[in-house]
């Protein structure tokens, strides 16, 4: 404290003042240095941990900042697989099923939730054998920032199976799951 003081022993402006601006300039040091940290962390792939026992199926890249990963996972429901994904969820927003005031979780942030589409049936264009998914689960998994993007779409479908086609792959039986991701270049 006694650097604070003047020759006279009284608190010296000057020295108060200098004081204030280095420590202001370490604060303001320090928030650049934050910033670019977390715009670099957001200039990867979004990675979410994908369903235990799931095996990697493809990969295709869209562009130098987008790219679709493919996984299959036998002999599970489609369901198990988004109960799973949902838990993902809830840790990464840092949310809860319910809040203390009961509101659903999509109330609570956008996008927490694994929806299902169509909510009820299936597609209006599925009929077995056709090779299409009757219904498909989507969550999203959003670490986006003002304009800076970090996205994990992941895509849940019951296997399919193509009586049409002899060289579609048969998923019958399979729970198939896509990770479709962007993020900044």
Do not use: H
């Not at 792939?45 to 790219?67: F, N």
């Not at 996972?73 to 994904?85: A, C, F, Q, S």
């Not at 809860?96 to 927490?112: D, H, V, Y």
């Amino acid at each position: 404290m006694s650097f604070l003081l003047g020759s006279d022993g009284k608190i010296s402006v000057l020295r108060v003042s200098l004081l204030a601006i280095a420590v202001g300039g370490l604060f303001i040091i320090g928030a650049i240095i934050s910033i670019q940290i977390d715009v670099t962390s957001r200039r990867a792939p979004l990675d979410i941990e994908v369903y235990p026992g799931a095996t990697p199926w493809g990969e295709q890249s869209r562009g130098r900042s987008q790219r679709s990963l493919y996984f299959q996972i036998p002999d599970t429901e489609p369901e198990v697989v988004v109960e799973y994904y949902q838990q993902k969820l809830n840790e990464f927003y840092g949310t809860t099923p319910e809040n203390e005031r009961g509101k659903p979780l999509s109330q609570q942030i956008p996008n927490a939730e694994c929806v299902r589409l169509p909510r009820q049936g299936n597609f209006s264009d599925y009929e077995p054998g056709n090779g299409l998914p009757a219904y498909q689960y989507t969550c999203i998994f959003d670490r986006s920032y003002s304009d800076i993007l970090q996205v994990t779409e992941v895509i849940i479908q019951p296997g399919v199976r193509n009586d049409s086609d002899p060289n579609a792959p048969n998923t019958e039986g399979m729970t198939v799951v896509e990770y479709r991701q962007q993020w900044e270049p």
